[in-house]
């Protein structure tokens, strides 16, 4: 088996079925040498009936995880791929009818190199606000944050800008022993993220860096739901969970002290009360910089608690 395509899904079934479909127009694979794994994280929607409906038309390897969790499902996963090139990605994309066969060609170039990462170009709905499209065209660095956006001004080869979970590929030898950290990534609504970015921070920390494969490119479906200010401001909040928790349990560093973070808080609070009447753009960036702290600080509390329990 050359390549195996490993996704999470719960109750997303709609998305899911826009997944699969582009899955069905792939071109240029081996025929019987790939397969696509799909775990169901104890969905209550019509998940089950999706995954029966493309049983015939996918090589499809349907699996069940009850455990809520992304991790825990993608280790389900694992537990079951055979494709000697993983790739992982998520049940909302829409992956151009090349993508996989622009990484398992990137792979038989760089024979030595572990990681794979593809374009990652968020496709926005149309009821988008005009002030949203500024901001993520103005601040791409927020639009990988928020959306996952991935396009490097580089061509094929090298980087040390790690892929997203939306897109990248993994040789299984290089992933021998290793699994998705189940402290991290999506649980419930209140999670550290990162769960990719752990695993490729691990997979990647020899010194042999990840190779961008441009024309290997997905477009990442953002819903309606994901432009609101409410979610957007989770995410950040999610994000400052994942960022320290990146930093102390996956890279070994020391555990900050808190104060300069608590120093920060009220600042970006100051700057919120400013920014707040200058638009909606620089009202959200300042939101943003406000739960990300939160998040951090909530991190924070939470690893001092599990090393003195330890």
């Known amino acids: 088996m050359e390549l195996s395509v490993l996704l999470s899904t719960r ?4 998305l899911l079925a826009s ?11 081996p025929a019987g040498r790939w397969e696509v794994l799909v775990v169901d994280n104890g969905s209550r929607d019509d998940t089950p009936a999706v995954l029966g409906r493309f049983a015939s038309r996918l090589p499809l390897v349907a699996l069940r995880q009850p455990q809520g969790g992304k991790s825990h499902a993608l280790n389900r996963a694992l537990e079951v791929a055979r494709g000697a090139l993983r790739v992982f990605t998520d049940d909302d994309v829409e992956p151009r009818p090349s993508w996989l066969a622009e990484l398992l060609a990137a792979s038989r170039r760089w024979p030595d ?19 949203l499209r500024d901001l993520v065209r103005e601040h791409p660095e927020y639009a990988s944050a928020a959306y996952a956006h991935y396009s490097l001004p580089q061509e094929e080869g090298p980087t040390e800008d790690l892929p997203f979970g939306p897109n990248y590929a993994v040789r299984a030898q290089a992933m021998t022993g ?22 490729l921070i691990r997979l990647t920390r020899r010194g042999v860096p990840a190779i961008y494969v441009p024309g290997a490119m997905v477009y990442h479906v953002v819903r309606p739901d994901q432009l609101q200010p409410s979610w957007l401001l989770g995410r950040a909040y999610r994000l400052g969970r994942g960022t320290l928790r990146l930093r102390v349990a996956t ?29 909606p753009g620089r009202r959200l960036l300042a939101g943003v910089s406000i739960h990300f702290l939160r998040g951090y600080l909530l991190e924070h509390s939470r690893l001092r608690a599990e090393r003195a329990g330890s």
Do not use: N, S
């Not at 189940?182 to 993220?193: A, F, L, S, T």
């Open 11 to 14: 109750d997303r079934a709609p």
């Open 19 to 29: 997944t699969l479909e582009h899955l069905c127009r792939q071109e240029g694979l």
């Open 113 to 131: 190199h572990p990681v794979f990462g593809g374009r990652i170009i968020p496709r926005y709905p149309a009821e988008t606000p005009d002030w």
């Open 178 to 199: 290793l699994r998705f950290c189940e402290d991290i990534g999506p649980v419930g609504k209140d999670y550290p993220m990162g769960e990719d970015t752990d695993m």
């Open 251 to 279: 890279l070994g560093q020391p555990l900050p002290p808190a104060w300069k973070a608590w120093l920060r808080l009220p600042l970006a609070w100051a700057l919120y009360g400013r920014e707040r009447f200058r638009g």
